[in-house]
C-alpha cells in the first residue's frame, strides 16, 4: 500500500470541500482497502467520513423509508420496518456477504463497490476500467463471471452488489450532496454501462457524496431475492434475480424484476415486466407459460462470451422459478 495522508470530515460540507480526483471517502472500508492494497487504487488522501451522521434509517413523511448513507447492511438487514415492508431487500443483503463484513458494510459503500473481475484487480493485465484505452483482457481470457448483457468491447466485467438489484427492483432513489448543492438519482440511473468510457461507473460528479437512499412508500408486491453461486456462502453471485408481484382480483397488476451477476449494473427487465401485467396468475401458476415468456425477454439481448452462455439460460430458469413462487404465495 502506498503512502496517503489521513483526515477525519467534520460534517458533510467538510467532506465535500475535500474532494478531488485523488481522494477518496472511507466508510467501512471493506472494498477501499482491499482496492488500496493491491494499489488498484492509489489516493492521496482518504477522507475518514464514518462518523458522520448519516447512519440513520428514518421514516419518511410520504410512507418510504430514508437509509442513511452509513447504515451498516446488518442494521438494514435486522431493521422490523425493512424485513416487513421490503422484504427483498432484506433477503439481497443477508445473501450478500459473510456476517462481519456486512457489520461494516455500508449502504453508500455497497452503491460504490467497484467489480471483482480478475483482470481489473490484476495490475499486469489489461483493463480499461482501471486504465482507459489499456484494452479489455477478459474479452479473450477467462470469462465465466463476466456480463451477458450491456457489456461493451471496451468492458464485460460485472456490478458485483447484491444490494443494488434489490434497490433497482424497488425503484429506489439515491440522495447525493457536493458542491454545487444536493440532488437526487434514480437507482436505475445511477449505474452507468461502460460503453466506450467503463473507468465511469456511475453518474457521480467529482466530490459528490452519497448521503442516503429513499425507498418509496409504494410497494410493488409480495418478493423475494434468489442467487445462484458456486458456494452458499460469501460470494458474488453467477446470476440472482430481485422479483415482485403484485395481484389484484387474480390478476397481475403489477411486477418487478432485477437480475445481479450478468451485466455492468443492476439490470431491470421491463419489457419482461410489461409482459406480465394482466396474466392471470392461477393459469400462469399452473403452467408457467407467461411467466416462461417473461423469462425469455428478461435475458433478450443476451451476448454471452466463450465461457459464460450458461448464464443466459440459469437466468432465463432463474427468473421462471421465481416468478412462479411468487404468483403461489399470492
Known sequence: ??????????????????????????????????????????????VDISRLPLSA??????GGLRLGALARNSQVAADDRIRRRYPVLARALLKGASPQLRNRATVGGN??????CRYFYDLGAACNK???????????????????????????????????????????TVNLTGQDGERSVPITDFH??????????????????????DLPPEQPGPGDYVKVRDRASYAFA???????????????????IALGGVAPKPWRAYAAEELLVGAVTGEAAAGGAVFGRAAEEAVAGAAPLEHNAFKVELARRLVRRTLIELAGRS
Open 1 to 46: 500500500m502506498r503512502e496517503f495522508a489521513y483526515v477525519r470530515a467534520a460534517d458533510v460540507s467538510a467532506a465535500v470541500r475535500l474532494a478531488g480526483p485523488q481522494v477518496r471517502y472511507l466508510a467501512g472500508a471493506t472494498n477501499l482497502f482491499d482496492l488500496m492494497r493491491e494499489e488498484v487504487e492509489t489516493p492521496e488522501l482518504v
Open 57 to 62: 434509517v428514518e421514516d419518511l413523511p410520504d
Open 111 to 116: 452503491l460504490l463497490q467497484r467489480t471483482r
Open 130 to 172: 482501471r486504465v482507459p484505452g489499456a484494452g479489455c483482457a477478459a474479452l479473450d481470457g477467462f470469462n465465466r463471471a463476466h456480463a451477458v448483457l450491456g457489456a461493451s468491447q471496451s468492458c464485460v466485467a460485472v456490478h458485483p452488489s447484491d444490494m443494488c438489484v434489490a434497490l433497482a427492483a424497488l425503484d429506489a
Open 192 to 213: 452507468r454501462l461502460p460503453g466506450e468510457t467503463p473507468h465511469k461507473e456511475t453518474v457521480l460528479r467529482e466530490g459528490e457524496l452519497v448521503t442516503s437512499v
Open 238 to 256: 453467477l446470476v440472482s434475480v430481485a422479483a415482485s408481484l403484485r395481484v389484484e382480483s387474480g390478476r397481475i397488476a403489477g411486477a418487478r
